[in-house]
């Protein structure tokens, strides 16, 4: 049992959320160890490694057949962590807004939510990540690493584009959320027709 979870794309998993602590302890570190530039693009580079495990290990498991429920659930499971946790590092920065960062986590725990319960009920084919999700995911981890370099590099404005980004992110955050409520709803209404007791004929 141990074996099959400890595999080379589970691993890779298992190292993306241990660099979370890192991308977030790095602003901790004093001054005289990293300077704030140095802090940025440190955290950046742990960011852009952390997400490129997330292709990596989806590919390795697809190339080595080593494809697995665990890892499926801890894929997500890392992804969201990750994500929640920069934002939230962004937003004690300064540089994101609240409401922005509510937005993302907000969905995707409601989201998550709802995919573990139309699991249950068998229809979770109905809530299956689709199209506009996927578009919302890049924007956001192409916004995020933009965020948290901060730095301008010529003409090239990071926080400025970042900004757009991910407020483009949020929008289709919102946008997607509705549309798995939509394609949730007949679902959820059949299961709780099917609780509510019958009425009696007088």
Do not use: C
């Amino acid at each position: 049992m141990l074996l099959n979870i400890l595999n080379v794309p589970n691993i890779l998993t298992f190292l993306r959320i241990l660099m979370i602590p890192l991308v977030i302890g790095v602003f901790y570190f004093p001054e005289s160890w990293l300077t704030g530039p140095e802090k940025n693009f440190t955290a950046t580079a742990l960011f852009a490694a952390a997400a490129l495990t997330d292709w990596l290990d989806g590919y390795l498991a697809r190339k080595l057949n080593q494809m697995s429920a665990f890892g499926a659930f801890l894929d997500p499971v890392a992804d969201k962590l990750m994500v929640a946790s920069a934002l939230i590092v962004l937003v004690w920065l300064d540089r994101l807004d609240p409401l922005i960062g509510i937005i993302i986590i907000g969905r995707e725990i409601a989201i998550s939510a709802l995919r573990e319960w139309m699991a249950r009920i068998g229809e979770a084919k109905s809530v299956a990540v689709n199209f506009l999700g996927k578009i919302k995911t890049i924007s956001q981890m192409i916004a995020i690493p933009l965020l948290l370099f901060h730095e301008r590099v010529g003409s090239l404005d990071a926080q400025r584009i970042g900004t757009y980004l991910i407020w483009l992110a949020a929008l289709l955050t919102l946008i997607s959320m509705v549309y798995y409520l939509k394609l949730a709803a007949p679902g959820v209404e059949r299961t709780l027709s099917g609780l509510t007791p019958g009425r009696r004929r007088p």
